[in-house]
């Protein structure tokens, strides 16, 4: 196309009133009075649009290992669901988890010695089942040293009479750690019943 030429502006205006011939489509119509949000209902959407992102956020940054060892502490799950807890307590492999090693295993002591207050004999039972789910920590390396500190802490709290007669420390070698661990076993398989 040549600028400026008459030639130029009739194809520029042809094509134009070609553009205006094409048929719109009933939805490119803006809508009726009637049917436009007014600035109540968009403040409202852009509200319930707020507190629908606050309540996602919410729930993402929900820790349901967290909420479970506070359930058991606090007495909302009864004793014998002590499985969560001792779980978290085994799991060596896991870095996610290890944080919650320790407040489990602070957790099954205190609801245990709670609930075992007035010597109960199912309660003792149930101690000593959940005790057997993690009593191999005793055998655990001695560069796992939350392992042991845990298994030690709980063993001694509840059985330190026992502890003391099978001879169970942390820092002795893994041997010792086994007989020590056999005795146990025996001991907490009797208590089990």
Known sequence: MIRGS?????????????????????????????????????????????TDAAAAAIEAARDPHKEAILAYKNGTTPPADYEARTGLIANEKDDELRKYRRPAATALMERFEKAGA??????RAL???AVLEILHLMKASKKET????????????????KMGDYRFAANKELKDRRKSYNSMKKYLQGQER
């Open 146 to 161: 939350l392992s042991l500190a845990i298994i030690h802490d709980i063993l001694v709290r509840f059985w330190k009479r």
């Open 6 to 50: 008459a030639l130029g502006r009739i194809s520029i205006v042809a094509a134009a009133i070609a553009l205006l011939a094409i048929p719109v489509p009933a939805s490119a119509k803006s809508p009726k009075a009637s049917k436009r949000p007014t600035i109540e209902q968009l403040l409202q959407k852009h509200a319930k649009a707020k």
């Open 118 to 123: 007035d010597g109960d004999d199912r309660v």
């Open 127 to 129: 101690r000593a089942a």
